[in-house]
Every structure is written in C-alpha cells, then in structure tokens.
C-alpha cells in the first residue's frame, strides 16, 4: 500500500483488526498472501461484483472472471477508477501490486498474461474480496 497517500477511507491497524478477520488483515494490511486454491471464490461463477473486503468498494464486474488456472481468482480488467497500482520489488523480484483505490488494501498483483480483450490477468486474494450476487 502507498503509505504517502491520502486514501478515502483510512483506519488505524486496531481498528482494521476489529473489522476483518485475520487472513483479511493479513492480506490486505500487510501485503500477505492466501495458499492457492483455498478461496471459494475461486469456483464463483454467479453474475454480480466482487468487492474491495475492507471497504466494499466495487472491484471486478463477474463479466471479466476467467479461469486462470492459478488458484486465485483471476479477471482480465478491474472496474472504472477501483484498483491502483504501484511496483512491487519484495521477493528479489518486480511485479505490479494491485490495491483498492479508497482504501489502499493489497489485492494481489496484475501480469501481463491474461485473456483479451486486455491480455491482463489481475490475479487476486480471494480473502481480499467479498462476492455481491446481482438480484434482478
């Protein structure tokens, strides 16, 4: 997360544990990662939104979920203004983070081999998002 930047929604650490479970904490307060293949998410093939788990922002329209084969739930292109990103060089490596534009949580990150349209594959936690069925 871009500790400089003012985000909408901004929470001291005990105030983000009281509200998210432990893994959640994890993952979208300290950049953790969840084992691939646990996020039931993984399987979600209803129509509707997934949703930022720290602060509901809408993140993924269910219309871009694709299979990626990863164990982590996968969409070729997030939302209109719902995710930011930022360099990420931990590993001895460099990837492009992913993170909630309100809130700042950690996602997951983007690599450039997803499906078209975008060839984008954003390969996020599924303990970072909640699923919201559409109701029509």
């Known amino acids: 997360m871009d500790e400089t930047k003012a985000f909408d929604v901004k929470k001291t650490d005990e105030e983000w544990r009281r509200t998210l479970s432990p893994e959640q904490f994890h993952v979208l307060r300290e950049h953790g990662t969840e084992r ?3 996020s039931p998410l993984n ?3 209803r129509d509707g939104t997934f949703v930022c788990a720290g602060c509901g922002l809408p993140l993924f329209s269910a219309d871009t979920k694709f299979e990626s084969g990863t164990g982590w739930p ?3 292109a997030p939302l209109d203004h719902a995710v930011e990103t930022k360099t990420d ?3 001895f490596m460099s990837r ?5 534009a309100r809130c700042g ?4 990150h983007v690599f450039p081999d997803g499906p078209p349209p975008t060839k984008k594959r954003y390969c996020m936690n599924g303990v970072a998002l909640e699923f919201q069925p559409d109701v029509s």
């Open 36 to 38: 691939a293949g646990t």
């Open 43 to 45: 399987q979600e093939k």
């Open 74 to 76: 996968s969409f070729w």
């Open 89 to 91: 060089r931990s590993f």
């Open 96 to 100: 492009v983070e992913v993170h909630c």
């Open 105 to 108: 949580g950690h996602l997951g």
